[in-house]
């Protein structure tokens, strides 16, 4: 099980960004999905998660209305789309398989910093 992220980098307040998660090692659309980041200094917290078909999106209050989650299950890819980011945004990002109630495996991490 591989887990890829990338897209990261810098971003204006009020910019955009697309990150992407590239999974490959097992079936992919029979998965639920997740982002997480942790910022220097904080614990990691979970930002959002997509079902196995992406039917259905859960957000944390923090970036709700501003980010979106999607995946393309013939990609085997998930994607966090991050519209109006702010500088509290700035964190590790991190995608994640959710497996037996437990998340199982996990990427690198990309960086995505908010400054002007």
């Known amino acids: 099980v591989q887990l890829v992220e990338s897209g990261g980098g810098l971003v204006q307040p009020g910019g955009s960004l697309r990150l992407s998660c590239a999974a490959s090692g097992f079936t992919f659309r029979t998965y639920f999905m997740s982002w997480f980041r942790q910022a220097p200094g904080k614990e990691r917290e979970w930002v959002a998660s997509i079902n196995n078909i992406g039917s259905s999106t859960n957000y944390a209050d923090s970036v709700k209305g501003r980010f979106t989650i999607s995946r393309d299950n013939a990609k085997n890819t998930v994607y966090l789309q991050m519209n109006s980011p702010k500088p509290e945004d700035t964190a590790v990002y991190y995608c994640?398989?959710?497996?037996?109630?437990?998340?199982?495996?996990w990427g690198q991490g990309t960086q995505v910093t908010v400054s002007s």
């Open positions: 994640a398989r959710y497996n037996s109630q437990k998340y199982d495996y």
